[in-house]
Every structure is written in structure tokens, then in C-alpha cells.
């Protein structure tokens, strides 16, 4: 258990489907991330929210769509997918919004394939 | 353009013996770097990490090397045990008020028995 929750696993979808993935963290976090690892290349920082509030995007494009409902919760939806987006989506959480310790804790991920 | 580069993807080491991952970066701005460890189907996870104000941080098996001028680290794993065997990845962040981690592309570590 790392304490910072991802679901599902592993998702399958056509080009056309809306999905969302959903990531929970009980560690008192302030700050949660997403992170996308596809195969060769290094993890990918898409969006960091501090406080809940949205404080980075790294030029993700409209098809992946953030939310973050309270600072325990964080969802990222999905539509119109294209196949190059099949990659490991991770959802990170970390205690401070700044300083020299970030010790990230991240979940273990969600598998996405798009079909 | 990475900031972060790991530039071996693999290394096999025998059980015992001395680990050593490398690592280095091209932003001056960056003050703190971590290493991450990370299974097959697990998230990765928090291992060690070096302020820049230093050039050493020891943990038990596990020591981080910060070579400021060379802006290269290392990470060293002595001795190594199977249970190392993982993908190890090398992270560096800049600044106080930034928490963002800038991620190289990780070492596949094969610790043989």
C-alpha cells in the first residue's frame, strides 16, 4: 500500500470513448500531480495542483481534461483519445507545495491502451 | 531538450558487487536531485536524494555523489542484493518555490545471483 490510490489498473478504449482516471491519497498531501510514462522516454509532468487549485500545465493538449475535487482526490478525464497516447498515466502526491524536501509518493499507476 | 539524462538504459551488475548509476543534468538552476526506484507495476518510489549544498548523502547501502561542476551524480548500491534489481530513475528539481521534478529516463539495474 503506498497510500496514494490509482484506478483502474489497466484501461482499454476506442478513439471515441470518454473515460477518467481517478487517483486518492489519505497522506495529508497538499500537492498532487500527473505523470505520464510512455516507453523510452522520461516521466512526462502534465498537471500539479496545489491546494486544489491547478498551477501547472505543461502544454497537455484539450484531450486530457484535470479535475480536482479537494485535496485528497484527483481525476483526469479522457476523450478522443489517439493511439499515441497509450502510455502509464502515475498520479503523484507530495506534503508541500515548495521547499527542499519532495518526496513524492506515487501510485502505481494506470495502464491505458487506446485501441 | 532533457534536462535530465540518464544515458546508460541497462546495467547488470553481479550480487555483491558495487552498483553504479549515473546521471547528469544540464539546468543550473536545479538544487535538489532524488533517485527513485521503481518495480514492474508499481509506482515508483522515493530512495535518496542530495541538496545541492552538498557533494555526499549515505543510507544505508545506498550513496548519492553530487558533482556540482561536472553537473553529474551518481548512485551507488554496495553491496547489491537481487531485490535491487529495478528501474532507477534521476530527478532534479530548481529552486525553493518550485516543486516540480524533472525526470530522466531511467536505468534497468539486473542484479544477477
Known sequence: ?115 | DQQVKQNSPSLSVQEGRISILNCDYTNSMFDYFLWYKKYPAEGPTFLISISSIKDKNEDGRFTVFLNKSAKHLSLHIVPSQPGDSAVYFCAASAGAGSYQLTFGKGTKLSVIP
Not at chain 1, 4 to 22: F, I
Not at chain 1, 67 to 80: A, R, W
Open chain 1, 1 to 115: 500500500e503506498t497510500g496514494v490510490t490509482q484506478t483502474p489498473r489497466h484501461l482499454v478504449m476506442g478513439m471515441t470513448n470518454k473515460k477518467s482516471l481517478k487517483c486518492e491519497q489519505h497522506l495529508g498531501h497538499n500537492a498532487m500531480y500527473w505523470y505520464k510514462q510512455s516507453a523510452k522516454k522520461p516521466l512526462e509532468l502534465m498537471f500539479v495542483y496545489n491546494f486544489k487549485e491547478q498551477t501547472e500545465n505543461n502544454s497537455v493538449p484539450s484531450r486530457f481534461s484535470p479535475e480536482c475535487p479537494n485535496s485528497s482526490h484527483l481525476f483526469l478525464h479522457l476523450h478522443t483519445l489517439q493511439p499515441e497516447d497509450s502510455a502509464l498515466y502515475l498520479c503523484a502526491s507530495s506534503p508541500l507545495g515548495g521547499g527542499s524536501n519532495y518526496g513524492y509518493t506515487f501510485g502505481s499507476g494506470t495502464r491505458l491502451t487506446v485501441v
